[in-house]
């Protein structure tokens, strides 16, 4: 009692009512543990494994699955440079290149890069917020489901030889019915909608988890920088997805119901495609590394022993990022006519974009030099993120010069850069994660010996591929090309990225060979290898379902470290705390100053999830064949899930009474 | 970047310099910065150990990194501000006006006469007047398509409904091949065109040259073309009048056949005549069945066609 007391100053006046402390029923940690797991636990069998809500279960699910569209995507990437190694070569058909091109765009993008790091947050946020999971668990795992099938949707397409073949941006239009009348581009945009609906579901879900989820005293100036990454990344995505599924869902509509929304001929508009697309897609580029951004903000500064340089500054740039880039979009259509003074104001923004990046690069460089660092694997490939930031972010600011990227858009240049940001920002830091998290996650460390040749092999093997694209993109060759000829210079050059590419993936083959023999003999990792200062090293290797025995009272930013820091007297208590067992329950707190305020049911395992994406997956397969009855058949089931989910059940005892563990 | 023919290239390349000079240096000093910062981290450890240390302050590289990227970052775009002045306004008044529409996958090339009379159309083959900025018409009868020629200039869409107004001027006499830069389809890799410029003189000429109709000729390779070609296809001056194709009054006098695709040599006009859909899978034009003696006629009347 008197614990809390300390560390929750506003105990007297809000802390009333329904949150009365009361000794605890069963003083026992070991029964207390059962106890709890009884309560967290998954159903047995088949029952819980589609039914599990279980945020680190979802977490880990949502990383293999987009590490396997990953994969897809890598090797659909190396036959396409099997085809470009040598001028003339015809190894793939234009329409094969184009749909493998195409399809690699999507796939990276939408189906590896933001949903693996929906899987790391997931897995993370309440572990690093202190709380027993997400706040909408059910929520959480339709996310999953329906991201999982949209991801079938999509992919489905491919064996049948009609996967999307206008690019990842799919023009209109190139991708209206008159000049694409497969099915490809059908595809593309309900897929689109489709995983808009997870992604949407995804993040409203993070928002409120930030707002109610947290341990008490975890102010908004103590969040981890993956929280703010994820955080911004997710409000961003509220407001970006819908412009994409609108535009969309007029496509699909202008190629399958007779509407005129880009068709020139009826009125309509080409470039209202472009400018709905970019609305979305350059916040999106952003929500796609700002979260991994955060995950080197966080884990860096643990292999340098020392806390990140300019927490404030870093938290602040990462949403001044998301703010400015939602005014840049244009720079994507530089080339379009429009008027070069508008154009000029996005340029502008586009170069100002860059500060807040200086910020977290400096901030980064600053941590190691006032560190102590300690050469771990993780260390090795955080750090190549700055270095391949900085590449990737000069050859942006490049491309935001108005003037010159009329010469580099559309060329190999810009397939160099956005390779940079997102393999450079995105995969190098998820990579650098796992070697860092992986152990928390499964209770085994990873093989540092191994991990430095995957570090090298991915290392050269990236640069080697990726920094000649540079020069082809200078001396003229266009991207999207699937071949090109032996007398344009452009031969010597593309062999040395294809080899690049092999030895790039020869790195990724090794790594999933690291991670195979770590989760069988790995050695045991103890539940903070690394020394780390934040909540989840405070728990068990894996974690325990429940993830907290007792909630903890969080005193400073870094709750592990306190002692060393030295910050004051403050002190975080994570033996003694909240103890909630009187059923599935989690703390509520107030979204800016995190003083506890409610105690939340958590809701148990369920099938609805699952069974609503499922019946979407239908619901989307009908309209995709144009089969009515399927589609009324989907439509109709997932309106009875979602029936039976919101129907009216009991709600839980009024008042709760809170137990304290001391 | 290298071998520019004009002077909005010139400028473009010279900012291109610039800006990559930039980043070299900067990617050189960060890579530098952090090759220190590990050594230094790693010699910390070395004397420390590898306790959790204070906080050691450092908040001054932030403000001396962005303090430092803020002027550079304005300089550059000062000097992007006044390339882009100078590159997308011509320097002196355009004397001459090409329309260019793109179709999948070729170039319609229509230069706009003072009389209707005087205007003459040609496809994927652009000539130019050295040292005379000519106005550029872009537009698409499909998809959208992007003109460039890299060492002339600046990329410019070509929107089906809008007609975006640009430049070229090409100083130096040479021959520039372009290319569509944006993604039209199948066959975008290979929708290119070549550009010719040449002394004025020779470009009066070449006009000139341009504008006189063919006259009708009798032989097999004419007959056949009429029955088989000319509904698409126009030889100004023969009954030929077809306009789904391009324009091939004067197509011996074009480097290339199919928009970069083959040369325009014998061999090349057989091969395209005997295998269209193989060489260029999904060009608007179909397989012509011929056969062979037919094929031969016909390729050498549109190899006579100067
Ligand atoms: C082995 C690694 C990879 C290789 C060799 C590779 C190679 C390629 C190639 C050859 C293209 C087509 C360029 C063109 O024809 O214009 C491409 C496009 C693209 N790649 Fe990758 N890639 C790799 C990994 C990734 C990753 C990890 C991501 C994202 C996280 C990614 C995102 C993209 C995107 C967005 C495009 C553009 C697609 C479009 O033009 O619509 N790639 N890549
Ligand atoms: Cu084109």
Redesign the pocket.
Known sequence: MSAIADAAPGQGGRWTGPLDPKPPASPNPAEVAERLENIWGDAPGLRGWFGTVDHKTIGVRYMITSFVF?IL??LE??V??IQ?AQPNATTLSPEQYNQL??L??VT??FL??MPVLSGFSNYLWPLMLGSRDMAFPRLNALSYWLFLAAGIFLYASFPLGAAPDG???GYVPNTAREYSPGPNIDVYCLGLIFLGISTTVGAANFVVTLLRMRAPGMSVNRLPIIIWGTLTASVANLFAVPAVSLACLMLWLDRNHGTHFYDIAGGGQPLLWQHLFWLFGHPWVYAIVLPAMGMVSDALPVHCRRPLVGYTLVATATVATMVVGFGVWLHHMFATGLPVLALSFFSAASFVIAIPSAVSVFSWIATIYTGRVRLTVPFLFFTSVILLFVIGGVSGVMTASLAFDWQLTDT?FI?AH??YV??GI??FAVVGAIYHWLPKMSGRMMDERLGRWVFGFMFIGFNL?FLPMHWLGLIGMP???WTYGADMGFSATNLVVSIG?FV??TGILLFLVNIATALRSGRPAGPDPWGGPTLEWAIPSPPPVYNFAIIPLVATRHPLWEDQLDEGSERSQLASGFLLDNGKETLGVTPLDGEPDVILKMPGDSLLPFAFSVAALVLFGGLLVGSAWIAVIGGAAAIIALVVWFRPHPTPEACEKVRIYD | MTGTGGHAADRLREIGWGLSAVSVIVVVLIAGLIGLAIARGRRRLAAEGDGVGRDFGGLSWIYWGVGLSFPVLIALAVWTFIVTRAVANPPSPTALTVEITAHRWWWEIRYRGERAADEIVTANHLVLPVGIPVRLLLTSDDVIHDFWVPKLGPKMDMIPGKSNATWLEADRPGLYRGQCAEYCGLEHARMAFTVTAVPVNDFRRWRREQLQPQVPRVGRGAAVFTSACSACHTVRGTGAAGILGPDLTHFASRPTIAAGVLPNTVSGRLEWLGDTQGVKPGAAMPQVPLDEADRGAVAQYIGSLR
């Open positions: 990953l995507g890598g990437a190396l396409m440079r470009l091109f195409s690699h765009g990276m993008i590896y890069a690019g990842w941006f190999y397939v956005l390779h997102l393999i995105n995969l591929a991207r999207r090309v590419a790039f993936a």
